[in-house]
């Protein structure tokens, strides 16, 4: 069965580079069926997507966040990673990595919470 | 990119049925057959309970049913049950990119 598992620092200082990673378990990566994503949603308030890698090293990623955001991948060791640099407050959010299926649907890793505060 | 709009709470008594809406524009829910539609419970991970508009992934109840029409898409909960109690989210595909609405609490009195 499918896991992912979202881990990395909870507490992120202003200015600085948000680092996350995202293990997956019962399943391969280097698959072309599916987008490995990065979601967030701030306390109390809706989801955001992020961005997106394909198994190919192929990225896609929200607009808003373009320039602050890289995706990659380590298929060695079967996962994909998130940096956010330059965070505020506003970059305050619980962290989802999760999988895009060919439906476009969404398959949720449980989530990391990461603070941005000095 | 804004969200797309869904109402921010619906409300229901047990066996009910309830209408969750979400709506957007001809570039996102209009565009595309690719609406999906996610349950949250506090402090847990979204769970996918439609996707492609109207199918429904194997272990969801089929009380749970998705439609569209236009640039809105729809979620029905028939037969409301206390643990439908969560918050709502539907999702468009966007060309590359995709956009989540802004939620929908659903309580059951």
């Known amino acids: 069965q499918l896991q992912l598992q979202e881990s990395g620092p909870g507490l992120v200082k202003p200015s600085e580079t948000l680092s996350l990673t995202c293990t997956v378990s019962?399943?391969?990566?280097?698959?072309?069926?599916?987008?490995w994503t990065w979601i967030r949603q701030p306390p109390g308030k809706g989801l955001e997507w992020i961005g997106s890698?394909?198994?190919?090293?192929?990225?896609y990623y929200n607009p808003s966040l373009e320039s602050r955001v890289i995706i990659f991948a380590d298929t060695s060791k079967n996962q994909f990673s998130l940096k956010l640099s330059s965070v505020t407050a506003a970059d305050t959010a619980v962290y989802f990595c999760?999988?895009?299926?060919?439906?476009?649907?969404?398959?949720w890793g449980q989530g990391t919470l990461v603070t941005v505060s000095s | 990119q804004s969200a797309l709009t869904q109402p921010a709470s619906v409300s229901g008594s047990p066996g009910q049925s309830i209408t969750i809406s979400c709506t957007g524009t001809s570039s996102d829910v209009g565009s595309y057959n690719l609406v999906s539609w996610y349950q949250q419970h506090p402090g847990r991970a979204p769970k996918l309970i439609i996707y492609e508009v109207n199918k429904r992934p194997s272990g969801v109840a089929n009380r749970f049913s998705g439609s569209k029409s236009g640039n809105t898409a729809s979620l029905t909960i028939s037969g409301l049950q206390a643990e439908d109690e969560a918050d709502y989210y539907c999702c468009a595909y966007v060309g590359t990119f995709y956009v989540f609405g802004s939620g929908t609490t659903v309580t059951v009195l």
């Open positions: 019962g399943g391969s990566i280097n698959n072309d069926n599916y987008y």
């Open positions: 999760a999988r895009r299926g060919s439906s476009y649907e969404f398959y």
């Open positions: 890698i394909y198994y190919n090293g192929r990225t």
